[in-house]
Structures are given as structure tokens and as C-alpha cells.
């Protein structure tokens, strides 16, 4: 079973326009990352945020963390339409903190506009 | 550095034939996972090697094995293929040893088409 849901679902916006998902985990986690896949294609690593970060920023990426309430944001600021793509959430739901299993929401599908 | 390298990227069979993808990691990487993709059940953690050895498994039927090599290629092999196998397979490796740090590099994948 999956261990974070996302929402929303799909997101479509205008470029230029701020995106905001939202991913929720079940179990503990010794951090969460984010990851981009365009149509069917691998999935791309963006950033990592370990369990006793509250916020992260990497270029026109800003995530948050808060494990009070099992749950993540990642901020795109000033989308272009490069950025249309899936993006999910990915935890180690607890395990080793370098394991390669990794636990996958359902993502949120992004369409920027031009 | 080359990324990780997934063959063949398409791939067609039917029912009953059973199949190996095969998975070359970046230089350096010791830890290879396989993931299935499909637009039901999502990203789906299959195993992961590290080593040679099987560290990690998921919740998937003994028809999906896998194996790695000294030079940490990889092979995931699906025998006796039901329908349902139809899917994305991702391969994805990393150093596997660096606590704190388990960043994926994903391959493009092989798209596994089951008639």
C-alpha cells in the first residue's frame, strides 16, 4: 500500500503562477524527499528534508516538513511550463536512513500553462 | 558520470513467457532498486541489492526475483507473465552506504507490455 497521499490530485495553473502540492505519510520517517517524472519517463530527484528540518529551499523550490502532523508541501515559485510534470513525495517510512526502499505517494500531476 | 541505464527500453510478451530487464547503475553505486509503475497501484517497491545481496523486499508474488553482479549491474526477471505485469519498470541506484542520505537516480525505464 502506498504511504503518503498527495493532493491535490492534478493542479493546472498559468506560468508564472505559484503550484503548491501537498503529501501526507503514515509511519515515522528519517526524512522525505520530492521527485519529478515528465510522461512516463524516470523520476527525477529534487530535494530531501530530514526529519528534524521544518523547511528547505532549493532554487525556486521551497518544501516544508511537519511530522506533528505526518505531512509535506512542496512550493513552486514562478512556474514555468518546463515545470509541468508529476511530482511525487517518497519516504523511508522509518527504515534505514540510506535504503533504497523508498515508499511513494500517488503524486500530483502539474500543467503549467503558457 | 553516465546516469543509469535500463534495457531494453520496450518490451512486448505474452502470458506464460517470462522476461529479464536488465539495470546498469552509476560508477560508484552499490545499492540497485526495482520499482513497478502502473496507473493503478502507483510506484511499487519491488527489492533492492546492495552488494550482491538482497537488502530490501517488497510485497510482490516469488514470480519477480532479481540478482546483482559484482560491477553492480542488475537483473529483475518476471516469470510465468500474467496480464496485470503490464507496466513501468524502474531501476534506481545510489551509494547505499551514506546514512541520511538514500537519493535515488532513476533509469528512463522498460516499458513491459503483457498480450
Known amino acids: 500500500s502506498q504511504q503518503g497521499e498527495e493532493d491535490p490530485q492534478a493542479l493546472s495553473i498559468q506560468e508564472g503562477e505559484n503550484a503548491t502540492m501537498n503529501c501526507s505519510y503514515k509511519?515515522?520517517?528519517?526524512?522525505l524527499q520530492w521527485y519529478r517524472q515528465n510522461s512516463g519517463r524516470g523520476l527525477v530527484h529534487l530535494i530531501l528534508?530530514?526529519?528534524?528540518?521544518r523547511e528547505k529551499h532549493s532554487g525556486r523550490l521551497r518544501v516544508t516538513l511537519d511530522t506533528s502532523k505526518k505531512s509535506s508541501s512542496l512550493l513552486i515559485t514562478a512556474s514555468r511550463a518546463a515545470d509541468t510534470a508529476s511530482y511525487f513525495c517518497?519516504?523511508?517510512?522509518?527504515?534505514?536512513?540510506?535504503?533504497?526502499?523508498?515508499?511513494f505517494g500517488q503524486g500530483t500531476t502539474l500543467q503549467v500553462k503558457p | 558520470k553516465a546516469g543509469v541505464t535500463q534495457t531494453p527500453r520496450y518490451l512486448i510478451k505474452t502470458r506464460g513467457q517470462q522476461v529479464t530487464l536488465s539495470c546498469s547503475p552509476i560508477?560508484?553505486?552499490?545499492?540497485v532498486s526495482w520499482y513497478q509503475q502502473t496507473p493503478g497501484q502507483g510506484l511499487q517497491f519491488l527489492f533492492e541489492?546492495?552488494?550482491?545481496?538482497?537488502?530490501n523486499k517488497g510485497n510482490f508474488p516469488g514470480r519477480f526475483s532479481g540478482r546483482q553482479f559484482s560491477n553492480s549491474r542488475s537483473e529483475m526477471n518476471v516469470s510465468t507473465l500474467e496480464l496485470g505485469d503490464s507496466a513501468l519498470y524502474l531501476c534506481?541506484?545510489?551509494?547505499?552506504?551514506?546514512?541520511?542520505?538514500?537519493?535515488?537516480?532513476f533509469g528512463a525505464g522498460t516499458r513491459l507490455s503483457v498480450l
Open positions: 534506481a541506484s545510489s551509494l547505499g552506504w551514506e546514512i541520511g542520505s538514500n537519493i535515488q537516480y
Open positions: 509511519t515515522s520517517i528519517n526524512n
Open positions: 528534508i530530514r526529519s528534524n528540518e
Open positions: 517518497a519516504t523511508d517510512a522509518g527504515g534505514s536512513s540510506n535504503t533504497g526502499k523508498l515508499i
Open positions: 560508477s560508484g553505486h552499490r545499492s
Open positions: 541489492y546492495f552488494s550482491e545481496t538482497q537488502r
